[in-house]
């Protein structure tokens, strides 16, 4: 059987966020028997900050500097006293599976360093049979003095001075906001992307979290997206067809023909800016 929940904390949650009020609260009451809860804002304009106190989290606020940098001022400045320490989207939600496996593995004394987690990302609401990418691990729970984000404009993920091992329960990512909000932020991460693809071609990268064909799934991803993804032509039509022939998105009707259009267009967004950006240096 697995865990329960301890009453003596030994994990804080963070929830980094900007305008969150459709999701905050879910997010805090997923994760809230697990310990303190932490949320950082970026200068909210709604009602973040006041319903996630109302959730019973602390609330901090400090100014957008970019996805990596939010993050490690966090690990840094916020005052997190636990030895464990977990990094949740304000659109995410902790299920009572995982909440109890989390549980289970903070109160263990043979406990890994760090874990990745499956993440399910529904779509409008509701899982993509095929079209979606899983289990797309995340590592999100490790030791806090043991970890930090890899100096990357988007898409950043946690160094790990130690062991890291795999959690089985899925975490769920479930964005509410609609698909204009959708495509907004794919468009808003294309841009950065297109700057990493240029940092990472020029030598100058600063990314820190190493790729490795013979090394785990998560560091052979990164391998495949850095030495091949970033050079190949035409990856918006290959990603369409990817997650909708080969995968078989199309099972999933209309809503798997619309997921791997949005994903085939975050490509072609990635694709023009770099063509800006080359045309503003030519």
């Given at each position: 059987?697995?865990?329960?929940?301890?009453a003596a904390?030994?994990l804080?949650?963070?929830?980094p966020?900007?305008?969150e009020?459709?999701?905050?609260?879910r997010?805090?009451?997923?994760?809230?028997?697990?310990g303190?809860?932490?949320?950082?804002?970026?200068?909210?304009?709604?009602?973040?900050?006041?319903?996630?106190?109302a959730?019973?989290a602390?609330?901090?606020?400090?100014?957008?500097?970019?996805y990596?940098a939010?993050?490690n001022?966090?690990?840094e400045?916020?005052?997190?006293?636990?030895?464990?320490?977990?990094f949740?989207d304000a659109d995410?939600?902790?299920?009572?599976a995982?909440?109890?496996?989390?549980?289970g593995?903070?109160?263990?004394?043979?406990a890994a360093?760090?874990?990745?987690?499956?993440?399910?990302?529904l779509?409008?609401g509701?899982?993509l049979?095929?079209?979606?990418?899983?289990?797309?691990?995340?590592?999100?729970?490790f030791?806090r003095?043991?970890?930090h984000?890899?100096?990357?404009?988007v898409?950043?993920?946690?160094?790990?001075d130690?062991?890291?091992?795999?959690?089985?329960?899925?975490?769920?990512?479930?964005?509410?906001?609609g698909?204009?909000?959708?495509?907004?932020?794919?468009?808003a991460y294309?841009?950065l992307?297109?700057?990493?693809m240029l940092?990472?071609?020029?030598?100058?990268?600063?990314?820190e979290?190493g790729?490795?064909?013979f090394?785990?799934?998560p560091?052979r991803?990164?391998?495949?997206?850095?030495?091949?993804?970033?050079?190949m032509?035409?990856?918006?039509?290959?990603?369409?067809?990817?997650?909708?022939?080969v995968?078989?998105?199309?099972?999933?009707?209309?809503?798997?023909?619309?997921?791997?259009?949005l994903i085939?267009g975050y490509e072609?967004d990635?694709?023009?800016s770099?063509?800006?950006?080359r045309?503003?240096?030519?």
């Amino acid at each position: 059987m697995p865990a329960a929940p301890s009453a003596a904390p030994t994990l804080t949650t963070v929830v980094p966020c900007l305008d969150e009020e459709l999701h905050v609260e879910r997010a805090i009451s997923s994760v809230i028997q697990l310990g303190p809860v932490i949320v950082l804002d970026a200068g909210s304009t709604d009602r973040t900050r006041d319903l996630a106190a109302a959730a019973d989290a602390a609330v901090f606020e400090r100014s957008w500097e970019g996805y990596a940098a939010q993050k490690n001022w966090a690990l840094e400045h916020l005052p997190i006293e636990t030895e464990w320490v977990l990094f949740l989207d304000a659109d995410e939600v902790v299920p009572e599976a995982l909440r109890n496996e989390i549980a289970g593995v903070v109160a263990s004394e043979k406990a890994a360093d760090g874990y990745y987690i499956p993440r399910r990302s529904l779509f409008l609401g509701r899982k993509l049979e095929h079209a979606g990418w899983y289990p797309d691990h995340q590592l999100r729970l490790f030791r806090r003095r043991l970890g930090h984000f890899e100096d990357r404009l988007v898409h950043e993920h946690v160094v790990i001075d130690g062991r890291t091992g795999f959690l089985e329960n899925d975490i769920v990512h479930d964005n509410r906001k609609g698909m204009e909000h959708l495509v907004a932020k794919h468009r808003a991460y294309a841009e950065l992307e297109a700057q990493e693809m240029l940092r990472q071609r020029a030598g100058t990268s600063a990314d820190e979290r190493g790729g490795s064909f013979f090394g785990t799934w998560p560091e052979r991803r990164r391998a495949l997206k850095t030495t091949v993804w970033y050079r190949m032509p035409g990856r918006p039509a290959i990603r369409f067809l990817w997650l909708y022939i080969v995968k078989c998105g199309f099972l999933d009707g209309r809503r798997g023909f619309m997921y791997a259009r949005l994903i085939s267009g975050y490509e072609s967004d990635i694709n023009r800016s770099l063509r800006r950006r080359r045309s503003a240096h030519e």
